[in-house]
């Protein structure tokens, strides 16, 4: 066994994993693995009788989220059954500690799928349209009765135009757009938090999708809108607009009506604060950004949804 909190985990945490696998296997090693920032995410090499177990380890440590959402364990466990129908390749669940009996956090374990994120494309209209594809597929699941349900991130009504944008008139005109009723759409299982850092690839391939905890039943727009976000503050709003028309081309006729709503929905998430940095993208190799590109593509990303 590591020492007690090597590697941030601790004994108990170690013995949980190995009576999850096979009470005689051993730890052969662990990793902290990159773009966790809201919960600690390792990678584990697990020696057993039958070879070695890639795993991951979620831990749920962050305070407020969990007290916000107490079921994040049992909610990640559910939304990886739900997905894996798609075809997607989605990590298999081993077991998980939905109150954190065993690892004082609540936890899960599950297997490691093969991939590396890949933010730097050698051939961006390909990339663009394995996302687009993969995000088709997980739209196709029907989810009329998961019990987690889509709500905004924000309230609408608090919201104020933003102090650090150049183009005051697009947020006030965006922030009215929300306040007015929210068009019809169907309901569909969503990922939530569906942007490059959460798709692995093998070469040109997607091999997998991760970071499952948010998944829910809700419009297939706001997956859309918050990828289109993505990569319009990561490589700027054609980007974003490529992907769209890679999406609907996929989604031909699922029943997706493309509504701009649910663009500029995921953009005011965004608030209040001005838009930074995203660490993930950081930890992922990509070099150059800045906050201050950040609030530019922002800006821009707004007047291409709202201009006359």
Not at 270 to 292: K, M, N, R
């Amino acid at each position: 066994m590591f020492d007690d909190y090597a590697y941030g985990l601790s004994d108990n945490d170690l013995k949980w994993v190995i009576d999850s696998v096979d009470w005689k296997a051993k730890v052969h090693s662990i990793s902290l693995l990159k773009g966790g920032t809201s919960s600690g995410v390792y990678g584990l090499s697990i020696q057993g009788e039958q070879g070695v177990s890639e795993l991951v380890l979620r831990l749920f440590d962050n305070e407020e989220w969990v007290f916000a959402e107490p079921d994040l364990a049992l909610h990640e466990a559910e939304s990886l059954q739900r997905a894996a129908p798609t075809g997607i390749q989605t990590p298999k669940i081993v077991a998980y500690d939905i109150t954190g009996t065993s690892c004082q956090v609540p936890a899960v374990l599950m297997t490691r799928l093969p991939g590396i994120v890949d933010l730097s494309p050698a051939n961006m209209n390909l990339w663009l349209d394995g996302l687009a594809e993969t995000l088709v597929q997980i739209h196709s699941v029907d989810a009329e009765d998961f019990p987690w349900s889509y709500n905004p991130y924000v309230d609408i009504n608090s919201l104020d135009i933003p102090t650090w944008t150049s183009c005051p008139y697009f947020w006030k005109k965006a922030i009215n757009r929300m306040r007015g009723p929210r068009p019809y759409t169907k309901q569909c299982f969503i990922h939530r938090d569906y942007h490059p850092a959460n798709v692995l690839w093998e070469g040109n391939e997607v091999s997998g999708v991760v970071d499952w905890v948010n998944a829910c039943r809700g419009p297939a727009g706001i997956d859309v809108g918050h990828c289109r976000l993505n990569l319009a503050l990561l490589y700027g709003t054609h980007i974003a607009d490529s992907f769209l028309a890679a999406y609907q081309r996929h989604a031909g006729s699922t029943g997706f009506n493309y509504d701009p709503y649910w663009d500029i929905l995921s953009l005011i998430e965004i608030l209040p604060g001005p838009p930074q940095v995203y660490s993930g993208w950081t930890a992922f190799g990509i070099t150059g950004l800045t906050d201050e590109m950040m609030i530019q593509r922002a800006d821009q990303y707004i007047h291409s949804l709202l201009a006359d």
